[in-house]
């Protein structure tokens, strides 16, 4: 029973319902921006909390998409049984929740599995002490095991097989094509219960008995209702082209035409239903009418035009049904499908063989990936297919399963969630919540079927089913947002092409109490007219989107233009970080980058690629293959002409001649001993380098990878030179990711530098790549540069969509195989001595599936972008002859939702917002007579824009004045300027910026008095590299990692409240669980540490101040004396009020070798520091510190400097 809502509750009645119903198994179809995310919470709190029946928290079983997602509905839980505790303090059942929260199964699906295989590892093959293996590793396993079963593979008995296969699918060159194609078949595999049954299905579907006919194949209805329904959308067209003649000034004549068209395709649709054998027969002797000739005077020459194009496009679906499916004769298919069903059994038991090995290795190592966590807790949960005792006792122990994002699992992850559920759907106690219209993740291999199923067996009303709750009321955009979505898709999104009806259910429901105000959707059309010369710069249309978006956003920000905050009845001025820029993907990334800094517009975005192609990663790589094997003459040159040794090319060639034939190694060895024709300059760099190279080798094989790196910095101060260059810091990122990735590779089972290498090349020939380093953080005020996906849960005052115009990626279309959850492999029939591609049958039906998904698929990515934004919305896309494009919009169907031959053949976003765009009536006037107008309340804003248009303004060169050309005048400039003496040298000497860090450095070296204990080395001796133990080869974090780690608790910590030693480390664990600290961090923190510094005088003051800042970055010109100024850059920890004045407070984590005269020494050291950050903060905030304090966690002690 549900109870009564009461009048002042905020919640919708769906939403209500969503939280209080039970009894049956429940799907939410929550919608963008339908509080899903309160109502989950608020259901698990009501559930703990319900006084008739109260659960336990331990009791349900909470999965979540992510990590932060569990983590955040944790503490949100957290936070809940905090307050019902406060309000009745005396109840057990409320603080037994409170101290079991940090047990509650709130987590990934994986971190489920995880746990269930560590209890029972004892039932499976593996050993008990098994860590995950991260991604980098298990790579590199993937890839031996491949090359080791196609090298067996290829020395076998049945070698031909395999050969054959490979000419079928592989180039001359090499089988990477092969390894591909093995890795992304054991991929599909694995998301199925059954991964060796599913692969033994795949070559049934080629094994075509002799006799059997075309109609007789399993996928062959499936292929018939897709050429259904392409012959019935041109028999619609042609009804509507024959209505057109019909209209006042209509080409009549044509109307028989189109008649005699519809029946030659309903004698097609027939013969279909007849037999493939009459489809072909047809096919083969399909003739078109010849048009009726329409004459000038006779009608409307507009109305003529558009029924020509209606019958042009009849021609053009029903020839290429034809051309795809009829051009060979069904023996011929028949046979082809035959002649591939070994090259498939073949495959299927490469696969497993790979399968086999690869679980073997893991084992071996005491591995498992995430893919093994879940098919290892199937194995436990799981007998014989149905539920084990262990899953039995997970059914007792769990009152309810609770999954968000249902929308994006897969079958594998549904039959785990099935085992560990009670009941069927009409009585069981699982709570699913998602929208279909945000699953982006098919490419991952989730299935949006699992709960386009159930949305249509569930009911809203009856008892005997699962129970299905539509939540589409909108708490976070404008009316206007929500209005202009539902138009577009309204007309694009069905169940054949989007795979669900946007219906009435499906409409956004506004209910953020904005202020009116009219901001329409706007729609920008970049056309780059056509012309003979070449355009100038030859601007891409990338860049001619960023540029128009960065002078939008200028606009935007010059203007004023404020946000506001629909439920505090607050607004405030836009700022950089309220904006975002979409894109489908990163690939023009580099272009918006290029505009907004030329802009002036601060912008953050994580870019996908480019980060092996930068140069001082190049550099680096090149020196590291030097290290491995010198003999390498490319890289060799490569580096030797590196800045920091510098030879030219004349140097190089002299080089090369001291030994023509050997390599280039030698060649520099002989031309070092020969002495004779060498700048001395040249030698001393080649004898230094010579050397150095042989101590990096030594470290190489001595020490580890991450410390040999960063050994070649520090010996070629290579990377105080690339902070020199243009583009500094991020050079410098790219330098310091290089470090970090060899750290995150040593963390594997693998070791060195050569596998580093080989595994790099590898991920290089498949085409991977990473992302160049962050210089900049998203948390700044800037504009952020993101993809679709990455957005998906975010939430931006101002939303632009660029790209709108270019075609979706159809690269998968023109490989010779596709893969298809329900049909395994499809593949093209190939001839291996000719190597020509034909598309078999197979093919044809699973390509046409995946073009539908992918549709569909992309359709969401568009609802997903579009469903960001809270108050304005921008879409961008760039165009070419406008004319055509609008024509190809024009539709006369009168029908609220547009044609499925026009929804279907899109090859862009563009394709499906100009048509929907085009027949708003806001349209008019930038798209006239665009066909049927179907009037709507929302806003849209179409603008035209001429690319000439975002030209930078012309310097007018004709106002320059002439230059003196006489001798005198040039003699006395160059005299003058040879004689220049630069009156500021000593500020030259200094760096114009400096962080409070290098100043505070700087004063103490000069120091005569400094304190023994702090006084480093002024010679350090030069240890002897001795091999690392195997019990030290673990990688532990340094002094400064851990004093990071503890500024970072400090900055997040409570300071409303003493926290005890249990909420301490439940609180490390929201951090880790936050992605601000690691595991490794959260443990080097010593939560005894903490817990003092609570019970410190500094804590007493901190909890009683009311106004904290924490974190305060600033910028600050000071004084150097000279009447010049130093940028200085700092962080201060932290700032507090007390009643008279404000106390200035930095962390420390050092630990010294005496605590005697800790405070005189603690002076000294930071005296510097802490002055100018006083200095600084007293001149930008304007507020007078009356105390600086130290904090020093090591000592818990606290210092007045």
């Known amino acids: 029973m549900i109870p009564t809502k009461p009048t002042d509750a905020t919640w919708t009645d769906e939403q209500w319902q969503a939280i209080w119903a039970k009894g049956r198994d429940m799907l939410v179809s929550a919608a963008a921006g339908s509080g899903k995310t309160a109502v989950l919470i608020n259901r698990m709190i009501e559930k703990v909390l319900d006084e008739e029946n109260p659960i336990s928290v331990d009791e349900l079983l909470v999965v979540t998409f992510t990590n932060a997602s569990a983590a955040e509905m944790?503490?949100?839980?957290?936070?809940?049984?905090?307050?019902?505790?406060?309000?009745?303090?005396?109840?057990?059942?409320?603080?037994?929740?409170?101290?079991?929260?940090?047990?509650?199964?709130?987590?990934?699906?994986?971190?489920?599995?995880?746990?269930?295989?560590?209890?029972?590892?004892?039932?499976?093959?593996?050993?008990?002490?098994?860590?995950?293996?991260?991604?980098?590793?298990?790579?590199?396993?993937?890839?031996?095991?491949?090359?080791?079963?196609?090298?067996?593979?290829?020395?076998?008995?049945?070698?031909?097989?395999?050969?054959?296969?490979?000419?079928?699918?592989?180039?001359?060159?090499?089988?990477?094509?092969?390894?591909?194609?093995?890795?992304?078949?054991?991929d599909y595999s694995r998301v199925h219960p059954q991964p060796d049954k599913w692969l033994e299905q795949v070559p049934t579907l080629y094994d075509v008995p002799l006799g059997m006919a075309i109609d007789d194949l399993p996928f062959i209805s499936d292929l018939k209702m897709t050429i259904h329904h392409a012959l019935e959308e041109a028999l619609q067209l042609t009804e509507e082209g024959r209505l057109l003649t019909l209209e006042p000034e209509g080409p009549e004549v044509l109307g028989v035409t189109f008649d005699l068209d519809a029946d030659l395709i309903r004698t097609a649709i027939a013969s279909l239903d007849t037999s493939w054998e009459s489809a072909y027969a047809i096919a083969k002797s399909f003739r078109w009418p010849k048009a009726a000739t329409v004459r000038k005077d006779s009608c409307n020459p507009e109305l003529a035009q558009e029924a020509k194009k209606l019958r042009n496009d009849v021609k053009k679906i029903v020839n290429g049904v034809f051309e795809a499916y009829f051009t060979r004769t069904p023996d011929r298919l028949l046979d082809e499908m035959r002649e591939m069903a070994p090259l498939m059994a073949t495959l299927v038991t490469l696969t497993k063989r790979f399968a086999e090995q690869y679980k073997a290795l893991k084992i071996d190592r005491a591995l498992v990936d995430f893919s093994d966590l879940e098919h290892y807790a199937l194995q436990i949960l799981s007998d014989d297919g149905k539920p084990s005792a262990i899953a039995e006792e997970y059914r007792k122990l769990f009152k309810e399963v609770l999954v968000d994002e249902y929308q994006d699992t897969n079958m594998l992850q549904e039959t785990i969630l099935q085992l560990v559920k009670s009941g069927g759907e009409a009585d069981g106690n699982l709570f699913m919540v998602g929208d279909v219209k945000q699953s982006i993740y098919r490419f991952r291999l989730a299935e949006p079927m699992l709960f386009l199923g159930k949305y249509a067996r569930f009911r809203s009303d009856a008892d005997k089913q699962g129970l299905k709750i539509d939540l589409n009321a909108n708490f976070r955009s404008r009316k206007e947002i929500l209005d202009g979505t539902n138009y577009v898709?309204?007309?694009?999104?069905?169940?054949?092409?989007?795979?669900?009806?946007?219906?009435?259910?499906?409409?956004?429901?506004p209910q953020a109490p904005y202020p009116e105000m009219d901001t329409p959707i706007e729609l920008a059309l970049i056309h780059e007219p056509e012309t003979e010369e070449e355009p100038d710069d030859d601007f891409a249309k990338s860049q001619w989107e960023a540029r128009y978006i960065a002078r939008k956003i200028r606009q935007l920000m010059d203007r004023e233009t404020f946000v506001h905050d629909p439920w505090k009845n607050e607004k405030r001025p836009l700022e950089y970080s309220d904006i975002v820029v979409l894109m489908r993907s990163m690939t023009w990334s580099g272009d918006f980058v290029d505009e907004f800094k030329a802009a002036g517009i601060p912008l953050y975005a994580e870019l996908q690629g480019g980060y092996f192609d930068a140069l001082e990663v190049m550099l680096m790589m090149n020196t590291l293959r030097v290290i491995d094997n010198p003999y390498q003459d490319i890289p060799l040159a490569?580096?030797?002409?590196?800045?920091?040794?510098?030879?030219?090319?004349?140097?190089?060639?002299?080089?090369?001649?001291?030994?023509?034939?050997?390599?280039?190694?030698?060649?520099?060895?002989?031309?070092?001993?020969?002495?004779?024709?060498?700048?001395?300059?040249?030698?001393?760099?080649?004898?230094?380098?010579?050397?150095?190279?042989?101590?990096?080798?030594?470290?190489?094989?001595?020490?580890?990878?991450?410390?040999?790196?960063?050994?070649?910095?520090?010996?070629?101060?290579?990377y105080q030179m690339v902070g020199a260059m243009s583009n500094g810091k991020q050079r410098q990122a790219n330098l310091r990711a290089l470090h970090d990735r060899a750290l995150e590779y040593e963390k594997t089972s693998f070791r060195g530098l050569f596998r580093f290498l080989r595994f790099i090349d590898r991920m290089r020939e498949r085409g991977d790549d990473l992302g160049t380093a962050k210089s900049l953080s998203e948390k700044e005020n800037v504009v952020r540069?993101?993809?679709?996906?990455?957005?998906?849960?975010?939430?931006?005052?101002?939303?632009?969509?660029?790209?709108?115009?270019?075609?979706?990626?159809?690269?998968?279309?023109?490989?010779?195989?596709?893969?298809?959850?329900?049909?395994?492999?499809?593949?093209?029939?190939?001839?291996?001595?000719?190597?020509?591609?034909?598309?078999?049958?197979?093919?044809?039906?699973?390509?046409?599936?995946?073009?539908?998904?992918?549709?569909?698929?992309?359709?969401?990515?568009?609802?997903?972008?579009?469903?960001?934004?809270?108050?304005?919305?921008?879409?961008?896309?760039?165009?070419?002859?406008?004319?055509?494009?609008?024509?190809?919009?024009?539709?006369?169907?009168?029908?609220?939702?547009?044609?499925?031959?026009?929804?279907?053949?899109?090859k862009g976003y563009l394709d499906w917002i100009g048509p929907a765009v085009s027949r708003h009536p806001d349209s008019a006037e930038t798209l006239p007579g665009n066909g049927h107008v179907l009037p709507h309340h929302s806003r849209f804003k179409v603008e035209l824009i001429e690319s000439t248009d975002l030209l930078p303004a012309q310097v007018d060169l004709g106002d320059l004045e002439e230059r003196s050309d006489t001798e005198h005048d040039y003699a006395a400039e160059v005299k003058e300027r040879f004689d220049f003496r630069y009156p500021h040298q000593q500020a030259v000497e200094k760096r114009s910026k400096q962080s409070v860090t290098e100043i505070k450095r700087l004063q103490m070296l000069q120091r005569q008095d400094e304190?023994?204990?702090?006084?480093?080395?002024?010679?350090?001796?030069?240890?002897?590299?001795?091999?690392?133990?195997?019990?030290?080869?673990?990688?532990?974090?340094?002094?400064?990692?851990?004093?990071?780690?503890?500024?970072?608790?400090?900055?997040?910590?409570?300071?409303?409240?003493?926290?005890?030693?249990?909420?301490?480390?439940?609180?490390?664990?929201?951090?880790?669980?936050?992605?601000?600290?690691?595991?490794?961090?959260?443990?080097?923190?010593?939560?005894?540490?903490?817990?003092?510094?609570?019970?410190?005088?500094?804590?007493?003051?901190?909890?009683?101040?009311?106004?904290?800042?924490?974190?305060?970055?600033?910028?600050?010109?000071?004084?150097?004396?000279?009447?010049?100024?130093?940028?200085?850059?700092?962080?201060?920890?932290?700032?507090?009020?007390?009643?008279?004045?404000?106390?200035?407070?930095?962390?420390?984590?050092?630990?010294?070798?005496?605590?005697?005269?800790?405070?005189?020494?603690?002076?000294?050291?930071?005296?510097?520091?802490?002055?100018?950050?006083?200095e600084a903060?007293?001149?930008?905030?304007?507020?007078?510190?009356?105390?600086?304090?130290?904090?020093?966690?090591?000592?818990?002690?606290e210092v007045k400097i």
């Open 74 to 186: 944790r503490h949100r839980m957290s936070d809940a049984l905090e307050k019902a505790v406060a309000a009745d303090p005396k109840s057990k059942h409320l603080r037994k929740q409170l101290r079991l929260i940090n047990k509650a199964q709130i987590s990934t699906l994986h971190s489920f599995c995880l746990q269930v295989v560590k209890q029972y590892a004892y039932l499976l093959e593996i050993d008990p002490g098994f860590r995950i293996a991260n991604e980098t590793e298990a790579a590199l396993l993937r890839d031996d095991v491949l090359e080791a079963v196609l090298e067996e593979a290829y020395e076998s008995e049945n070698a031909d097989a395999v050969y054959r296969l490979a000419d079928s699918f592989t180039t001359d060159r090499s089988d990477q094509a092969m390894e591909v194609l093995l890795n992304r078949l054991y």
């Open 489 to 509: 898709f309204s007309q694009i999104m069905g169940e054949r092409v989007g795979e669900i009806d946007y219906d009435e259910a499906a409409a956004l429901k």
């Open 638 to 718: 490569s580096v030797l002409r590196a800045p920091f040794i510098g030879l030219k090319e004349n140097e190089l060639a002299e080089i090369r001649l001291a030994a023509p034939q050997a390599s280039f190694y030698e060649a520099m060895k002989v031309f070092i001993r020969s002495g004779t024709g060498i700048d001395p300059a040249a030698a001393e760099k080649l004898q230094r380098f010579t050397l150095q190279l042989e101590d990096w080798r030594n470290l190489a094989r001595r020490g580890s990878l991450a410390e040999l790196i960063w050994q070649v910095y520090l010996d070629t101060n290579y």
């Open 785 to 906: 540069l993101m993809t679709v996906h990455k957005s998906k849960g975010l939430e931006f005052p101002v939303v632009f969509f660029a790209g709108t115009g270019r075609q979706f990626n159809e690269m998968d279309f023109k490989k010779s195989y596709l893969f298809d959850q329900q049909y395994g492999l499809a593949v093209k029939a190939v001839n291996p001595e000719t190597r020509i591609e034909y598309t078999s049958l197979p093919f044809l039906a699973v390509k046409e599936t995946k073009q539908l998904q992918m549709k569909a698929e992309e359709m969401r990515v568009l609802y997903v972008a579009m469903t960001r934004a809270k108050e304005r919305l921008f879409l961008t896309a760039s165009i070419k002859e406008p004319d055509k494009l609008f024509a190809k919009w024009r539709t006369s169907s009168s029908d609220v939702r547009l044609p499925d031959f026009m929804r279907s053949r899109a």
């Open 1011 to 1174: 304190p023994e204990s702090f006084i480093q080395p002024a010679v350090t001796e030069k240890r002897k590299l001795l091999h690392r133990p195997d019990f030290m080869q673990e990688q532990r974090l340094s002094a400064a990692d851990i004093g990071t780690a503890v500024h970072a608790v400090m900055q997040h910590i409570p300071l409303d409240r003493k926290l005890d030693k249990s909420e301490i480390e439940e609180f490390l664990d929201t951090l880790v669980g936050m992605e601000i600290l690691t595991k490794e961090e959260s443990n080097a923190v010593k939560v005894s540490e903490i817990e003092s510094f609570y019970a410190s005088e500094t804590a007493r003051r901190l909890l009683l101040s009311n106004n904290v800042k924490r974190e305060v970055p600033f910028t600050y010109a000071k004084e150097d004396g000279d009447g010049d100024y130093q940028i200085i850059q700092g962080i201060v920890d932290c700032l507090f009020e007390e009643e008279d004045g404000w106390v200035l407070l930095d962390y420390k984590t050092d630990r010294t070798r005496s605590l005697m005269n800790m405070e005189a020494e603690m002076a000294a050291r930071y005296e510097v520091q802490l002055s100018v950050y006083q």
């Open 1177 to 1197: 903060v007293e001149s930008i905030l304007r507020i007078p510190i009356k105390e600086r304090l130290l904090y020093l966690f090591a000592a818990e002690k």
